[in-house]
């Protein structure tokens, strides 16, 4: 249900873009170009540098209409620092303006900004607009395995009809009353002890009784883990902070499908790991060959590893149809949901990992 507030007729709504930057002197101008170069330009652009030891400030300030604050004494990572400057914006922008936060490392598509801006003034019932995130190219091996992940998570969203499961950091649209209900409860619009910031946000606005939605059109290309080392630090953080936010939350209409979420994860570890044990027990025992059912499973595996990638492209396919290579990185990212789950229980202190700049990749 919504507030009661409409913005349909409203054609003078400001929208203000919000940029947490961290030493990203390499890849910050690639998102202010992508700003510029919306079919609806934002009126106000801030780049956030937060304890910036690099360019950052410098690369920035660079950009025409683009304003440029530095936080002061932040020790509580992006959420802290954009907690900072809301601080001071929520207080002079009007209710039906909005706020895009967008990472430094990430690039719009063309009409991602209108396309948000219009979703949210046509139904009062949605508190935010996410983006549909997709990989950008390099990385290799490691780098396809990401892309063709995020390929599938881009058509599970398409088949919910838009719904999003999270309000990606990467970028997205938020209603400034919507906002300062947040700021009013808590009084700070991101929780600074979550992990993962974005997670916990679209639960609190679903919580609201708001619906979080991530139309087609609204694309963000951001960077993909170079090396395994950075993936596993990456979704460690993330998975962790999943669990944690589940906790601090409880079990609620709103939750249950996240809690019913981690549990199919769950389960597929389980399942995986018996498949391949009895597949392995037949190899040892000389039964491996050719069985109607197992033969009939394993082809299920490949359609749907396959037919979820389809639009991703040709070589997306070709990396799905083996299976051993994807079934190696589901077993990575399995060992990562492991050690969450494991360091929740033992309460071990996480941490936070920046992966170091790198410049943007030449796109092909």
Request: proline residues 4%.
């Amino acid at each position: 249900m919504g507030n009661g507030l409409r913005y349909a007729g409203v054609p003078d709504v400001r929208i203000t873009v919000l940029i947490p930057a961290h030493n990203e002197e390499h890849r910050i101008g690639a998102a202010l170009d992508s700003l510029r170069a919306q079919s609806r330009r934002p009126d106000h652009v801030v780049v956030v540098a937060d304890n910036c030891t690099d360019a950052t400030v410098e690369v920035a300030r660079a950009h025409r209409r683009v304003e440029v604050v530095e936080t002061a004494g932040n020790t509580h990572k992006k959420a802290g620092a954009l907690n900072q400057v809301l601080a001071e914006l929520l207080a002079r922008l009007r209710p039906t303006d909005l706020v895009l936060v967008m990472d430094a490392d990430s690039t719009l598509t063309p009409r991602f900004v209108e396309v948000a801006a219009e979703t949210l003034q046509a139904d009062d019932g949605v508190g935010a607009v996410g983006g549909i995130f997709l990989g950008e190219p390099g990385a290799g091996l490691l780098g396809d395995l990401q892309r063709s992940e995020y390929a599938r998570y881009q058509r599970q969203i398409g088949r919910r009809g838009g719904d999003a499961l999270v309000l990606t950091g990467t970028a997205t649209l938020h209603r400034v009353d919507v906002l300062r209900r947040l700021q009013s409860r808590r009084g700070q619009v991101y929780d600074t002890a979550a992990l993962t910031e974005d997670n916990e946000i679209t639960l609190a606005i679903k919580t609201m009784g708001l619906r979080c939605v991530s139309p087609r059109d609204c694309v963000v290309v951001t960077e993909v883990m170079p090396s395994w080392r950075d993936l596993w630090r990456q979704r460690l953080r993330w998975q962790r902070g999943a669990l944690e936010n589940l906790r601090a939350y409880g079990l609620t209409r709103v939750t249950l499908p996240y809690a019913l979420q981690q549990a199919g994860m769950a389960f597929g570890v389980l399942a995986m790991w018996l498949y391949l044990a009895f597949t392995a027990y037949l190899v040892a025992t000389g039964r491996f060959g050719f069985h109607p059912l197992w033969t009939a499973i394993g082809l299920v595996f490949v359609a749907e590893r396959v037919v979820t990638v389809w639009h991703a492209g040709v070589r997306a396919r070709l990396l799905a149809a083996p299976l051993v290579i994807e079934w190696a990185y589901d077993l990575f990212l399995q060992a990562v949901l492991i050690r969450s789950a494991l360091d929740v229980l033992r309460r071990r202190q996480a941490t936070w990992h920046h992966v170091g700049a790198q410049p943007v990749p030449a796109r092909s």
